[in-house]
C-alpha cells in the first residue's frame, strides 16, 4: 500500500487509465480543429466531439445537442445563471438559490444583486436541506430561475430534485442544479427531475481537468441564454472558443464509464464509507457525522471530531489526503460556510474532516485510514484542554472563554 | 501550508504535555483562547519559594502552530525565574518557530497565556501574603 492515500475523490479525481488512453491520439495524430469543416482533420475532431456529446448525454438522460461544452462547472454554472439572467430580464429580475451552494453559484448570484437582480439565499435546516415549502413561496411571477446543487461538496447532502424540478415547472421558473458531485454518483436524469439546467465537470468523474458542459433544455421548454464569450459562434452561439477536444473526448469516456459502471462502483464504494465511518464513530466518542446520514452522495463522509482542531489533525494524519472544515488551512480563520449554516459551532467546524472515497480506495487504505485517524485523534485529545475539561464534567458551553 | 522543521519536531514531540494540580497553592494556571477560535491553551506553572519556575505544563486545543508555541513556551519557562519568563515575547516565538504572518496569533496566544499563568500564580501568592500580613 502506497502512501499518502488518496481520500479528496470530491476535490478531484484522477483520470481513469481508460479515458487517458481514449485521449492519447488526439493529441497527435487527430489534432484537428472540430469547427474546420473543410477537412478531413476536422472531421474526425468533430465526429469526436459529438460521440462525446452522445456519451454525457446519455449519463443524463438528455438529448446530445442539449449538452454545451465549457471548461468545467464553474464556466457551467455562471453561464447558465448570468446567461438566464440577461436573457429573462424582460421577465423578472428575481432567482433563489441556497446558503450552501458552492462558490461559483453563489458568487454569479452576488455579482447579479449589484446589477439589480433581487436573489432569495435560501437557509438550509441541520441536514443541510432547503424547506420545499419556503421554495415554493419565495418563488414569484418574476422569478427567472432556480438554483440547486444536487449534492452538496462538503457534506454529501441530496436535494430532492425530481421534487424541485416539478415544483419549478408548475411555478414556470427555469431550474438550474450543479451536479458536479453528483454525476456518476447518483442516477440524474433530467426528464424524470424536470431540470432544465445542469452544470458538470470533467475532473470530478474521472476525466481530465478544464473540461466540463452546461445541459440545456431545449424543449418543454426551450432555454434560451445570453452567451458570456463572444466570439466565433461556437456552441450554437452561447459559447465561443475553439473546443478542446482532447478534454472532450476524456470526459465523454468519463461519462460513458460511470454510466455503465456506477451501479457497481457506487454499491463497493459506499460499503466502504460506511465501514470507514462506522469505525471511526465507534471508536471516538461524540464524534459525528454531518449532512444528512441518509440522502447524501455514496462515497462522502464528513466527520467532525470534537476537542481537536482539524488543521492539527490533518496534519498528524499526514499520510491521508482528506480536506477540513477549518479554514485555519486558508489564509482567512473562518470556518466552512456550509458546516455554519447547518448549525455547527465554530468548534465542530474547525473539526471536520471530510472523506470522500473513490474508484481506485481500497478496503486496506479505508482499514489504513480509520487506524490513522482513531490514533491520532485519541493523541490530541490526551493534548487538549477541552477535552480534559469534558472529562472532569465542565460544560464547555458554559465557560466563559477569552476570545482574541 | 509548509511547516519548519522546529514547528512538525514539536507537534510530533511535544514537551511537557499534561497537567499540574490547579489548587497547589505553588501553581499558576492559564488558559487563554476560545474553542470558535480554533485554538484554546493551558499553560502552568509551579513556582518555588525563590521564584524560580520548576515546572511547566501545557495543553492545547488548535493548529500545529498553536501547539508548538506552548510546547516551547513550556521549555522556555521550566528553570526560569518569574521575572524572566515575563520577559518572554511572541516575536521570539515567532522567530525560533520561524512562524508564517496567518500563524502568528499562535505566538501571541502563548505569551498570553505565560502571562495568565503568571497572574494566576500571582494573585494566588498575594492572596496567602495578605492575610500573613493582617496577622502581623
Known amino acids: ?404 | 501550508m509548509a511547516y519548519s522543521d522546529k514547528v512538525l519536531d514539536h507537534y510530533q514531540n511535544p514537551r511537557n504535555v499534561g497537567a499540574l494540580d490547579k489548587n497547589d497553592p505553588n501553581v499558576g494556571t492559564g488558559v487563554v483562547g476560545a474553542p470558535e477560535c480554533g485554538d484554546v491553551m493551558k499553560l502552568q506553572i509551579r513556582v518555588d519559594d525563590s521564584g524560580k519556575i520548576v515546572d511547566a505544563k501545557f495543553k492545547t486545543y488548535g493548529c500545529g502552530s498553536a501547539i508548538a508555541s506552548s510546547s516551547l513556551a513550556t521549555e522556555w519557562l521550566k528553570g526560569t525565574s518569574v521575572d524572566a519568563a515575563e520577559q518572554i515575547k511572541n516575536t521570539q516565538i515567532v522567530e525560533e518557530l520561524s512562524l508564517p504572518p496567518v500563524k502568528i496569533h499562535c505566538s501571541v496566544l502563548a505569551e498570553d497565556a505565560i502571562k495568565a499563568a503568571i497572574e494566576d500564580w500571582r494573585q494566588k501568592r498575594a492572596a496567602r501574603t495578605d492575610g500573613a500580613e493582617v496577622k502581623a
Not at chain 1, 496534519?315 to 488551512?329: D, F, N, P, Q
Open chain 1, 1 to 404: 500500500m502506497k502512501t499518502p492515500i488518496y481520500l479528496d475523490y470530491s476535490a478531484t479525481t484522477p483520470c481513469d487509465p481508460r479515458v487517458v488512453q481514449h485521449m492519447l491520439p488526439f493529441f497527435t495524430e487527430a489534432f484537428g480543429n472540430a469547427a474546420s469543416r473543410s477537412h478531413a482533420f476536422g472531421w474526425t475532431a468533430e465526429a469526436a466531439v459529438e460521440e462525446a456529446r452522445s456519451q454525457v448525454a446519455q449519463l443524463l438522460g438528455a438529448h446530445q445537442k442539449e449538452i454545451l461544452w465549457t471548461s468545467g462547472s464553474t464556466e457551467a454554472n455562471n453561464l447558465a445563471i448570468k446567461g438566464v439572467a440577461a436573457m429573462y430580464r424582460q421577465k423578472g429580475n428575481h432567482l433563489i438559490t441556497a446558503v450552501t451552494e458552492h462558490k461559483a453559484v453563489l458568487d454569479p448570484m452576488k455579482y447579479l444583486e449589484t446589477q439589480g437582480y433581487e436573489v432569495t439565499f435560501l437557509p438550509v435546516d441541520g441536514k443541510g436541506h432547503v424547506d420545499l415549502a419556503q421554495l415554493a413561496a419565495a418563488i414569484t411571477d418574476r422569478t427567472i430561475l432556480v438554483s440547486l446543487m444536487a449534492a452538496n461538496n462538503e457534506v454529501g447532502t441530496l436535494h430532492p430534485l425530481a421534487e424541485i424540478g416539478a415544483l419549478c415547472k408548475q411555478k414556470g421558473t427555469l431550474f438550474h442544479t450543479d451536479a458536479t458531485q453528483a454525476a456518476g454518483k447518483i442516477t440524474l436524469d433530467v426528464e424524470a427531475q424536470h431540470v432544465d439546467l445542469l452544470s458538470l465537470s470533467a475532473h470530478k468523474m474521472y476525466g481530465p481537468k478544464g473540461v466540463g458542459c452546461l445541459y440545456v433544455r431545449r424543449k418543454n421548454p426551450r432555454v434560451r441564454l445570453t452567451s458570456q464569450m463572444d466570439g466565433g459562434g461556437h456552441e450554437r452561439g452561447m459559447r465561443s472558443g475553439t473546443l478542446n477536444v482532447t478534454g472532450i473526448v476524456g470526459m465523454g469516456e468519463a461519462a460513458r464509464l460511470c454510466r455503465t459502471e456506477m451501479a457497481t462502483e457506487m454499491a463497493r464504494v459506499s460499503a466502504l464509507r460506511d465501514r470507514l465511518e462506522r469505525r471511526l464513530l465507534a471508536a471516538l466518542p461524540d464524534a459525528v457525522q454531518n449532512g444528512d446520514p441518509k440522502n447524501r452522495l455514496p462515497h462522502l463522509a464528513n466527520v467532525s471530531f470534537p476537542y481537536v482542531e482539524g488543521e492539527s489533525l490533518i496534519m498528524g494524519i499526514k499520510e491521508l489526503a482528506v480536506s477540513s472544515g477549518s479554514a485555519c488551512t486558508s489564509a482567512s480563520l473562518e470556518p466552512s460556510y456550509v458546516l455554519k449554516s447547518l448549525g455547527l459551532g465554530d468548534e465542530l467546524a474547525h473539526s471536520s474532516i471530510r472523506f470522500s472515497l473513490g474508484r481506485f480506495t481500497t478496503e486496506q487504505e479505508v482499514d489504513f485510514a480509520a487506524d490513522r485517524v482513531i490514533t491520532e485523534v485519541k493523541r490530541l485529545r490526551e493534548m487538549s484542554p477541552l477535552w480534559e475539561m469534558v472529562q472532569e464534567g465542565v460544560d464547555l458551553s458554559k465557560v466563559k472563554w477569552t476570545a482574541h
